[in-house]
């Protein structure tokens, strides 16, 4: 079992930060699984082969999901710039751009033109946790 998710000395680091690690490396690896299926999947011409890799795949995306979730779940700064970012149309640098901002100024993350409906969590209150 490796330990390189550790970057300082995992005796030093509080539990919670070595869980947050964990959880980075585990949000890396199914990013590089999903890379590799979408990689064998290019290639492969076998149906049976082609079948079973595309559902490994959709499981590798919920790996995935699962794991950035819990990620933002503990950092509130973090999801709040997603929030200002995923799941919307047009440019991502300038949502990125924009959402970085609004939360340098304390806002939620989306520049004011661009909020949604309300569906806040009250997350704002979260944020000087999440810098930590
Ligand atoms: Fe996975």
């Given at each position: 079992?490796?330990?390189?998710?550790?970057?300082?000395?995992?005796?030093?680091?509080?539990?919670?930060?070595?869980?947050?690690?964990?959880?980075?490396?585990?949000?890396?690896?199914?990013?590089?699984?999903?890379?590799w299926y979408h990689q064998r999947l290019a290639l492969?011409?076998?149906?049976?082969?082609?079948?079973?890799?595309a559902d490994a795949v959709d499981e590798e995306y919920?790996?995935?999901?699962?794991?950035?979730?819990?990620?933002?779940?503990?950092?509130?700064?973090?999801?709040?710039?997603?929030?200002?970012?995923?799941?919307?149309?047009?440019?991502?640098v300038e949502h990125a751009e924009a959402a970085e901002?609004?939360?340098?100024?304390?806002?939620?993350?989306?520049?004011?033109?661009?909020?949604?409906?309300?569906?806040?969590?009250?997350?704002?209150?979260?944020?000087?946790?999440?810098?930590?």
């Amino acid at each position: 079992m490796g330990f390189d998710q550790y970057h300082e000395p995992p005796e030093e680091l509080p539990q919670e930060t070595r869980t947050f690690a964990r959880l980075c490396a585990s949000l890396t690896e199914e990013a590089e699984a999903i890379g590799w299926y979408h990689q064998r999947l290019a290639l492969e011409a076998d149906p049976e082969a082609r079948a079973v890799m595309a559902d490994a795949v959709d499981e590798e995306y919920k790996h995935f999901s699962m794991n950035l979730e819990a990620l933002f779940r503990r950092t509130p700064t973090w999801r709040e710039i997603a929030r200002g970012v995923l799941f919307r149309d047009g440019d991502i640098v300038e949502h990125a751009e924009a959402a970085e901002a609004a939360v340098a100024e304390g806002g939620d993350g989306f520049p004011d033109e661009a909020a949604p409906a309300d569906d806040s969590l009250g997350i704002g209150s979260l944020r000087e946790a999440g810098r930590s």
